[in-house]
């Protein structure tokens, strides 16, 4: 069921590729380890993964990234997957792609007030965006995940990595919570349905036990409302208007999600 979901995504996204009716093209865009249609990326071919040990660690880290809670079950409170929000496994410019950014490390964390190795960031999405547990360092689920972003990321220079990084530029608006439930009804709710729960492995939930904890980052309206101008809906990435984006956000900010367990504040 996934599969044929991301087929047609796919299906839909490279016919807006070819057409050049993107409108969500963004500048400095990062090499693709596999990319084969320029504007839309695709997800890594895992077919050029070598075989051998390191091949099958790389491919586990894939399945991991994809299906966390079937693969990563014991560090995972939710039911969403990396792949839910880094895009494209992980490759996506400017929908928080992953590509070259463990060169970028160790790195200085605001939030937790200290320098953090590559490691620790991806266990701060474990106890934030898949309000789960962390993984230890040196955990075969965490050896398979850096395994395959390493793999992403070879010959990417620092410099594209930075180009690429994190979300879409947009100004700083103020979200109406009432015109955002409008267009979740019109825009979001077929897919991630009238209660926010979507549909388990095939529509990430946006509210309620199955989605990110009230420490993600997912969970501020600045940040949501950049992923969605640049990702939502999947079908027509490109077409809500940054007052759109802050609108549904700011919507979907109200409802109840899980609290984020103070016992991880350091990460
Ligand atoms: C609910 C959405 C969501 C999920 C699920 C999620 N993340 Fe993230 N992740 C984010 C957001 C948002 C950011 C921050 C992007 C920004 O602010 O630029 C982020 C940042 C990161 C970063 C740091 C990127 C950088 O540029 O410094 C890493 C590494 C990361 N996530 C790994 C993972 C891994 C591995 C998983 C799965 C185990 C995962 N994330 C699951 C939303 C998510
Ligand atoms: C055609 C089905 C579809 C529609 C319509 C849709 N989404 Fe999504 N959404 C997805 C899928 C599938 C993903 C997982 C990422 C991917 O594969 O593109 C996702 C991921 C997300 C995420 C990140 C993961 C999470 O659970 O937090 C958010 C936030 C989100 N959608 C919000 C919205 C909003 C808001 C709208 C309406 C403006 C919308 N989506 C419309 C299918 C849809």
């Known amino acids: 069921m996934k599969l044929r979901v991301a087929l047609l995504l796919t299906t839909f996204a490279l016919g807006v590729a070819l057409t050049g009716n993107a409108g969500n093209t963004v500048p400095g865009t990062i090499q693709q380890p596999s990319a084969t249609v320029p504007i839309a990326s695709q997800p890594p071919d895992l077919a050029s993964v070598p075989a051998g040990k390191q091949g099958d660690l790389i491919r586990q880290g894939r399945d991991i990234f994809d299906q966390t809670p079937t693969h990563a079950k014991a560090y995972v409170g939710n039911r969403l997957s990396c792949n839910d929000c880094h895009l494209q496994g992980g490759t996506e410019p400017k929908a928080a792609p992953l590509t070259g950014v463990p060169g970028l490390f160790p790195l200085y964390s605001q ?32 050896n398979a995940l850096l395994a395959y ?40 709710a077929a897919c991630h349905q009238d209660n926010g729960a979507g549909v388990p492995a095939v529509f990430p939930a946006l509210w309620g036990p199955d989605s990110y904890n009230d420490g993600a980052g ?44 103070a016992a991880y504040s350091k990460y």
């Open 149 to 188: 972003i390493e793999w992403i990321s070879h010959g990417v220079s620092k410099q594209e990595a930075l180009a690429g990084r994190g979300l879409v530029q947009i100004p700083s608006l103020t979200g109406n919570a009432d015109r955002g439930a409008v267009i979740y009804q019109q825009r979001c």
């Open 111 to 142: 939030r937790a007030g200290r320098v953090i190795s590559f490691g620790e960031r991806v266990q701060e999405c474990f106890v934030r965006s898949e309000n789960g547990t962390p993984p230890p360092l040196d955990s075969p689920e965490m």
């Open 218 to 261: 997912m969970n501020k309206v600045p940040k949501m409302a950049a992923f969605l101008v640049k990702a939502m809906p999947p079908t027509q990435p490109g077409t809500l208007s940054p007052q759109d984006a802050y609108d549904v956000a700011a919507y979907i900010h109200g409802k109840p999600r899980a609290k984020f367990n």
